[in-house]
Protein backbone atom coordinates (compact mmCIF):
# COMPACT_ATOMS: atom_id res chain seq x y z
CA UNK A 1 0.00 0.00 0.00
CA UNK A 2 0.74 3.65 -0.07
CA UNK A 3 3.59 4.87 2.24
CA UNK A 4 3.13 8.37 3.92
CA UNK A 5 6.43 9.84 5.63
CA UNK A 6 6.74 13.14 7.23
CA UNK A 7 9.34 15.34 8.43
CA UNK A 8 10.41 16.46 10.76
CA UNK A 9 9.14 14.47 13.71
CA UNK A 10 9.45 16.58 16.34
CA UNK A 11 10.16 20.49 15.86
CA UNK A 12 10.77 23.49 18.44
CA UNK A 13 10.37 27.28 17.63
CA UNK A 14 10.29 30.39 19.17
CA UNK A 15 7.35 32.60 18.22
CA UNK A 16 7.34 34.56 15.43
CA UNK A 17 9.68 32.44 13.56
CA UNK A 18 8.86 30.51 9.99
CA UNK A 19 8.61 26.90 9.37
CA UNK A 20 8.22 24.22 6.73
CA UNK A 21 6.91 20.25 7.27
CA UNK A 22 7.50 18.22 4.91
CA UNK A 23 5.54 15.08 3.63
CA UNK A 24 6.67 12.21 1.29
CA UNK A 25 4.12 10.11 -0.32
CA UNK A 26 5.18 6.76 -2.51
CA UNK A 27 2.30 6.88 -4.97
CA UNK A 28 0.38 8.50 -6.98
CA UNK A 29 -2.78 10.11 -5.07
CA UNK A 30 -6.24 11.30 -5.26
CA UNK A 31 -6.44 13.62 -2.27
CA UNK A 32 -3.89 14.65 0.51
CA UNK A 33 -4.52 16.50 3.09
CA UNK A 34 -3.25 18.22 6.42
CA UNK A 35 -4.59 18.33 9.38
CA UNK A 36 -3.48 19.77 12.72
CA UNK A 37 -4.62 17.99 15.96
CA UNK A 38 -4.98 20.21 18.78
CA UNK A 39 -4.31 19.31 22.63
CA UNK A 40 -7.64 17.96 23.10
CA UNK A 41 -6.97 15.49 20.25
CA UNK A 42 -9.53 16.85 17.22
CA UNK A 43 -8.40 17.02 14.21
CA UNK A 44 -8.75 20.02 12.10
CA UNK A 45 -8.39 20.39 8.92
CA UNK A 46 -5.90 23.09 7.22
CA UNK A 47 -5.90 21.74 3.46
CA UNK A 48 -7.52 19.94 0.82
CA UNK A 49 -4.61 19.79 -1.75
CA UNK A 50 -4.19 17.05 -3.78
CA UNK A 51 -1.73 19.54 -6.33
CA UNK A 52 -1.08 23.07 -6.35
CA UNK A 53 -0.59 25.85 -4.11
CA UNK A 54 -3.30 26.85 -1.59
CA UNK A 55 -3.34 29.71 1.13
CA UNK A 56 -5.32 30.57 4.43
CA UNK A 57 -3.64 32.91 6.26
CA UNK A 58 -0.33 32.83 7.76
CA UNK A 59 0.07 28.81 6.61
CA UNK A 60 0.11 27.81 2.61
CA UNK A 61 0.67 24.52 1.37
CA UNK A 62 2.28 23.03 -1.87
CA UNK A 63 2.01 19.65 -3.31
CA UNK A 64 3.95 18.56 -6.00
CA UNK A 65 2.11 15.41 -7.55
CA UNK A 66 4.63 14.40 -10.19
CA UNK A 67 7.18 14.21 -7.43
CA UNK A 68 5.32 12.87 -4.60
CA UNK A 69 5.73 15.67 -1.86
CA UNK A 70 3.84 18.20 -0.10
CA UNK A 71 4.73 21.19 2.09
CA UNK A 72 3.01 23.09 4.66
CA UNK A 73 4.33 26.83 5.39
CA UNK A 74 3.95 28.12 9.01
CA UNK A 75 5.08 32.20 8.97
CA UNK A 76 4.90 33.70 11.56
CA UNK A 77 4.32 31.12 14.32
CA UNK A 78 2.12 31.59 17.84
CA UNK A 79 2.21 29.61 20.87
CA UNK A 80 -1.74 28.40 19.82
CA UNK A 81 0.15 26.43 16.43
CA UNK A 82 1.21 23.88 18.35
CA UNK A 83 0.16 20.33 17.83
CA UNK A 84 0.46 17.39 16.00
CA UNK A 85 0.31 18.44 11.96
CA UNK A 86 -0.24 15.72 9.78
CA UNK A 87 -0.39 15.02 5.99
CA UNK A 88 -3.21 11.99 4.98
CA UNK A 89 -3.15 11.09 1.39
CA UNK A 90 -6.42 8.54 -0.39
CA UNK A 91 -4.45 6.91 -2.94
CA UNK A 92 -5.92 5.30 -6.48
CA UNK A 93 -7.50 1.92 -4.75
CA UNK A 94 -10.31 1.25 -7.03
CA UNK A 95 -12.90 3.22 -5.02
CA UNK A 96 -11.29 2.21 -1.47
CA UNK A 97 -11.68 5.81 0.76
CA UNK A 98 -9.22 4.86 2.94
CA UNK A 99 -6.85 7.78 3.99
CA UNK A 100 -3.53 7.18 4.57
CA UNK A 101 -1.58 8.94 7.55
CA UNK A 102 1.63 9.87 8.28
CA UNK A 103 3.20 10.05 11.81
CA UNK A 104 3.13 13.47 12.01
CA UNK A 105 5.38 16.36 13.40
CA UNK A 106 4.94 17.59 16.66
CA UNK A 107 5.09 21.39 16.90
CA UNK A 108 5.94 22.98 19.94
CA UNK A 109 6.52 26.65 19.88
CA UNK A 110 7.65 28.62 22.48
CA UNK A 111 6.62 31.86 23.82
CA UNK B 1 -19.65 24.52 8.23
CA UNK B 2 -19.60 20.80 8.47
CA UNK B 3 -20.00 19.81 11.59
CA UNK B 4 -19.14 16.30 12.98
CA UNK B 5 -20.38 15.40 16.70
CA UNK B 6 -19.34 12.74 18.64
CA UNK B 7 -21.49 11.67 21.49
CA UNK B 8 -19.03 11.64 24.03
CA UNK B 9 -16.01 13.32 24.93
CA UNK B 10 -14.81 10.97 27.82
CA UNK B 11 -16.26 7.71 28.51
CA UNK B 12 -15.24 5.02 31.13
CA UNK B 13 -16.26 1.42 30.72
CA UNK B 14 -15.60 -1.86 32.17
CA UNK B 15 -14.30 -4.73 30.83
CA UNK B 16 -17.06 -7.39 29.10
CA UNK B 17 -19.46 -4.45 28.60
CA UNK B 18 -21.11 -3.35 25.60
CA UNK B 19 -20.48 0.38 23.76
CA UNK B 20 -21.67 2.56 22.10
CA UNK B 21 -20.24 5.59 20.16
CA UNK B 22 -22.55 7.68 18.06
CA UNK B 23 -21.56 9.58 15.57
CA UNK B 24 -23.46 12.83 13.94
CA UNK B 25 -22.25 14.75 10.78
CA UNK B 26 -25.26 17.12 9.31
CA UNK B 27 -23.65 18.01 6.23
CA UNK B 28 -25.29 15.60 4.10
CA UNK B 29 -22.01 13.53 3.85
CA UNK B 30 -22.66 9.88 1.87
CA UNK B 31 -19.43 8.58 3.19
CA UNK B 32 -18.96 8.23 7.41
CA UNK B 33 -15.23 6.15 8.99
CA UNK B 34 -14.10 5.02 12.42
CA UNK B 35 -10.65 5.36 13.28
CA UNK B 36 -8.79 4.66 16.37
CA UNK B 37 -5.47 6.35 17.39
CA UNK B 38 -3.20 5.24 19.57
CA UNK B 39 0.58 6.54 20.70
CA UNK B 40 3.33 4.57 18.37
CA UNK B 41 0.41 3.21 15.87
CA UNK B 42 -1.12 6.50 14.49
CA UNK B 43 -4.62 6.30 12.79
CA UNK B 44 -5.99 3.54 11.91
CA UNK B 45 -9.50 2.77 9.98
CA UNK B 46 -11.89 0.71 11.88
CA UNK B 47 -15.08 0.80 9.61
CA UNK B 48 -16.65 3.14 6.91
CA UNK B 49 -19.48 2.96 5.43
CA UNK B 50 -20.59 4.89 2.06
CA UNK B 51 -24.15 4.63 1.94
CA UNK B 52 -27.03 4.00 4.54
CA UNK B 53 -27.11 0.18 5.72
CA UNK B 54 -23.79 -0.38 3.71
CA UNK B 55 -20.34 -0.87 5.72
CA UNK B 56 -16.93 -2.44 4.70
CA UNK B 57 -14.09 -3.57 6.92
CA UNK B 58 -11.00 -1.13 7.26
CA UNK B 59 -7.58 -2.43 9.32
CA UNK B 60 -8.76 -3.50 12.29
CA UNK B 61 -12.41 -4.32 12.76
CA UNK B 62 -11.72 -7.53 14.71
CA UNK B 63 -13.64 -6.83 18.17
CA UNK B 64 -15.98 -3.66 16.62
CA UNK B 65 -19.48 -3.37 14.64
CA UNK B 66 -20.68 -0.61 12.82
CA UNK B 67 -24.70 0.56 12.10
CA UNK B 68 -25.88 3.13 9.68
CA UNK B 69 -29.48 3.30 9.40
CA UNK B 70 -29.35 7.18 9.00
CA UNK B 71 -27.50 9.25 6.60
CA UNK B 72 -26.81 11.44 9.14
CA UNK B 73 -25.66 8.59 11.88
CA UNK B 74 -22.67 6.02 11.75
CA UNK B 75 -22.40 4.12 15.48
CA UNK B 76 -18.98 1.83 16.74
CA UNK B 77 -20.09 -0.52 18.69
CA UNK B 78 -17.98 -2.27 21.09
CA UNK B 79 -19.74 -5.71 21.91
CA UNK B 80 -17.48 -6.81 24.79
CA UNK B 81 -14.78 -4.35 25.41
CA UNK B 82 -11.55 -5.19 26.33
CA UNK B 83 -8.61 -3.46 27.97
CA UNK B 84 -6.80 -3.38 24.57
CA UNK B 85 -9.83 -1.24 23.20
CA UNK B 86 -8.82 1.68 25.02
CA UNK B 87 -8.16 4.26 23.02
CA UNK B 88 -8.79 7.58 21.20
CA UNK B 89 -11.96 6.83 18.58
CA UNK B 90 -12.12 9.51 15.88
CA UNK B 91 -15.30 9.82 13.32
CA UNK B 92 -15.05 11.10 10.24
CA UNK B 93 -17.48 12.15 7.01
CA UNK B 94 -16.81 12.80 3.98
CA UNK B 95 -19.12 14.11 1.12
CA UNK B 96 -18.64 11.23 -1.68
CA UNK B 97 -16.20 9.61 -3.57
CA UNK B 98 -15.40 12.41 -6.08
CA UNK B 99 -15.03 14.98 -3.55
CA UNK B 100 -13.50 13.29 -0.61
CA UNK B 101 -12.12 15.37 2.28
CA UNK B 102 -13.11 13.94 5.05
CA UNK B 103 -13.72 16.21 8.39
CA UNK B 104 -13.31 14.84 11.82
CA UNK B 105 -15.44 14.78 15.30
CA UNK B 106 -14.28 16.05 18.57
CA UNK B 107 -13.35 12.46 19.40
CA UNK B 108 -14.25 10.10 22.02
CA UNK B 109 -11.34 9.09 24.33
CA UNK B 110 -12.52 5.56 26.10
CA UNK B 111 -11.07 3.69 28.52
CA UNK B 112 -11.98 0.28 29.37
CA UNK B 113 -10.99 -0.89 33.19
Known amino acids: GIQVEQSPPDLILQEGANSTLRCNFSDSVNNLQWFHQNPWGQLINLFY???GTKQNGRLSATTVATERYSLLYISSSQTTDSGVYFC?????????????FGKGTKLTVNP | DVKVTQSSRYLVKRTGEKVFLECVQD?????MFWYRQDPGLGLRLIYF???????EKGDIPEGYSVSREKKERFSLILESASTNQTSMYLCASSLFAEINEQFFGPGTRLTVL
Open chain 2, 27 to 31: MDHEN
Open chain 2, 49 to 55: SYDVKMK
Open chain 1, 88 to 100: AVLGPQGGSEKLV
Open chain 1, 49 to 51: IPS
